[in-house]
């Protein structure tokens, strides 16, 4: 097995006229845009619209990269800015309606992250998070799904950790709330 590259050697190669070398960090890392996007617009079809996006972004900026920060960071970033603003453009709202919800009973952190696993309940989650205001669900998709720590959070987003704890704190208590009330 060929021996790993690593993402400053693929930028530098890249810029250096190796367009494979892109390929390569585009293959890395699609699968993580797709659902960062995913989670933030919770539809396949936007999703897969922003990562073209995020990746054609790449592929021009990508001369601007400045080695500072890590390019998952750099990337990150883009795809954040990115999903909010495909959700301006379209100004994309999604409320799905079920016939027969279940009682799901959240109350703790440990009942909502058990509450992913199951499929009828991440619909119902995807649904609920489109209602949750940009920031709020942006840092709740970055803790929950992505599993980032504050610090990386802050990192990523350039907000501080306090802000980002309290629209955390926001977007949780909204999202029991409303998951509560998805299921009458």
């Known amino acids: 097995m060929p021996e790993e590259i690593s993402d400053f050697d693929l930028v530098r190669r890249f810029l ?41 972004v790449l592929y021009e900026k990508l001369k601007n990269f400045n080695f500072e920060s890590s390019l998952f960071t750099w990337i990150y970033r883009i795809t954040i800015t990115r999903s909010i603003n495909y959700l301006k453009r379209q100004k994309l709202r999604k409320f799905v309606s079920f016939d027969a919800p279940e009682n799901i009973g959240l109350s703790t952190e440990e009942d909502l992250v058990k509450t992913v696993e199951d499929k009828e309940k991440l619909k119902k989650l995807d649904s609920v998070l489109q209602q949750l205001p940009e920031k709020q669900r942006e840092v709740f998709i970055l803790r929950h799904f992505e599993e980032l720590t504050y610090e990386e959070i802050a990192n990523l987003t350039g907000k501080s950790i306090g802000g980002l704890k309290a629209n955390y704190f926001h977007a949780f208590d909204k999202v029991i709330k409303l998951m509560r009330n998805e299921n009458g």
């Open 16 to 56: 250096n006229g190796d367009e494979y070398s892109f390929n390569l960090l585009a293959r890395k890392y699609q699968t993580k845009i797709y659902w960062h996007a995913r989670k933030m617009t919770g539809n396949h079809l936007d999703a897969d619209e922003i990562v073209q996006e995020v990746l054609l």
